[in-house]
């Protein structure tokens, strides 16, 4: 007995290393193929059909139709073009004055988009965020979520009537003495009011992702921080901003991969031939070139050179972006 228990008792009785001659290791089990998890999660597989068939039906086989900026395409020929022209609808808009013109506008109309538009939901959110009345927040989430569900054609309809010379606008300029201002009919101001609706529009509704992401930050923290002495902004910088940083990083990167799409449709329904100087934009000149002129291989040849751009503006910010704040996209 007494042998038996000082046995039991020596430190490598329980060992599983010492049982015996072979290591004793737990196998995992082999990993499933993804046949094998098709099969069992095919009702999960499934609702990714209709989006898959989105992007290949209308975002992937039309890149296809990019094989006409390098072949002379006549309407009502082939639908690929007829003959192989290289790059000379490159250097055509490469040799011409007006499309650095428009693309100069876009760089600017863009820069300015996003140097507005991109950091007003965050501050909004956090704002909203700090709202303690739930009847006062949701009542001005309401009212800024609302400009976004308006057509694009109401938005452009109101921008037009509120600053047409017989509109609201004027009629306080000429209240306070002073003159009234073709607001749509002077490149000058076309910049200004672009942005100003494009950030009416789309600010509210850019802040639900960011209170979303507030709600993951930890209660404990913004607890630890006033136990330090933080204040409120102190909290917002230290706790509520570092919280949102991934997120913030994700949008921008995405962001700044449609720098160069500036709003077609906006565009298209408030500029006029008197504000092209500041308003021309090269999807804007795409569609005169393309469809109004019939010029559709120079268009396509344009069109190409504008997503280039963009593919190397999303893979430079997503480098920046991982090599400097450790979040990218992948």
Same mark, same amino acid.
């Given at each position: 007995m007494?042998t038996?228990?000082?046995?039991?008792?020596?430190?490598d009785?329980?060992?599983?290393?010492?049982a015996?001659?072979?290591?004793?290791?737990?196998?995992?089990?082999p990993?499933r193929t993804?046949?094998q998890?098709?099969?069992?999660?095919?009702?999960?597989y $499934?609702?990714?059909?209709?989006? +898959?068939?989105?992007? &290949? #039906?209308?975002?992937?086989?039309?890149? *296809?139709?990019? @094989?006409?900026?390098?072949?002379?395409?006549?309407?009502?020929?082939?639908?690929?073009g007829?003959?192989?022209?290289?790059l000379?609808?490159?250097?055509m808009?490469?040799?011409d004055?007006?499309?650095?013109?428009?693309?100069?506008?876009?760089?600017?109309l863009?820069?300015?988009?996003?140097?507005?538009?991109?950091?007003?939901?965050?501050?909004?959110?956090?704002?909203?965020n700090?709202?303690r009345?739930?009847?006062v927040?949701?009542?001005?989430q309401?009212? $800024?979520?609302?400009?976004?569900? +308006?057509?694009?054609? &109401? #938005?452009a309809?109101?921008?037009?009537? *509120?600053?047409? @010379?017989?509109?609201?606008?004027?009629?306080?300029?000429?209240?306070?003495?002073?003159?009234p201002?073709?607001?749509l009919?002077?490149?000058?101001?076309?910049?200004?009011?672009y942005?100003?609706s494009e950030?009416?529009?789309?600010?509210g509704w850019g802040?639900?992702?960011?209170?979303?992401?507030?709600?993951?930050?930890d209660d404990?923290l913004?607890?630890?921080a006033?136990?330090?002495?933080?204040?409120?902004?102190?909290?917002?910088?230290?706790?509520a901003?570092?919280?949102i940083?991934?997120?913030?990083v994700t949008?921008?990167?995405?962001?700044?991969?449609?720098?160069?799409?500036?709003g077609f449709?906006?565009?298209?329904?408030l500029y006029?031939?008197?504000?092209?100087?500041t308003a021309?934009?090269?999807?804007?000149?795409?569609y005169?070139?393309?469809?109004?002129s019939?010029?559709f291989?120079?268009?396509?040849?344009?069109?190409?050179?504008e997503a280039?751009?963009?593919l190397?503006l999303?893979l430079?910010?997503?480098l920046?972006?991982?090599?400097?704040?450790?979040?990218?996209?992948?």
């Amino acid at each position: 007995m007494s042998t038996t228990k000082a046995i039991d008792a020596s430190p490598d009785a329980g060992d599983p290393r010492r049982a015996g001659p072979g290591p004793a290791r737990a196998h995992r089990p082999p990993g499933r193929t993804w046949r094998q998890a098709l099969r069992r999660d095919w009702q999960l597989y $499934s609702l990714a059909i209709l989006p +898959l068939l989105f992007f &290949v #039906v209308f975002r992937y086989l039309p890149m *296809l139709g990019n @094989v006409i900026a390098f072949r002379k395409f006549r309407p009502g020929g082939g639908v690929l073009g007829e003959e192989w022209v290289g790059l000379r609808y490159v250097r055509m808009f490469l040799d011409d004055p007006s499309f650095w013109h428009v693309f100069t506008n876009t760089v600017v109309l863009g820069a300015l988009t996003l140097l507005f538009c991109f950091p007003m939901p965050i501050v909004l959110a956090l704002l909203l965020n700090e709202l303690r009345g739930r009847r006062v927040k949701r009542f001005v989430q309401s009212v $800024s979520y609302l400009p976004h569900f +308006l057509s694009m054609v &109401v #938005v452009a309809g109101l921008v037009m009537e *509120l600053l047409s @010379v017989d509109g609201p606008v004027n009629q306080v300029l000429r209240a306070l003495g002073d003159d009234p201002i073709a607001f749509l009919q002077e490149a000058g101001w076309f910049r200004t009011i672009y942005v100003s609706s494009e950030m009416w529009q789309t600010v509210g509704w850019g802040t639900i992702i960011y209170l979303a992401a507030l709600t993951t930050v930890d209660d404990q923290l913004y607890e630890a921080a006033r136990i330090d002495g933080a204040g409120r902004w102190r909290q917002i910088w230290h706790v509520a901003l570092p919280g949102i940083r991934p997120t913030a990083v994700t949008l921008l990167i995405l962001n700044i991969g449609t720098f160069m799409a500036v709003g077609f449709e906006k565009v298209l329904l408030l500029y006029n031939p008197l504000t092209y100087p500041t308003a021309d934009v090269i999807s804007t000149y795409l569609y005169r070139m393309g469809i109004i002129s019939n010029s559709f291989s120079y268009a396509a040849a344009i069109g190409l050179f504008e997503a280039l751009i963009g593919l190397g503006l999303v893979l430079s910010a997503n480098l920046i972006s991982r090599r400097t704040v450790g979040t990218s996209l992948w």
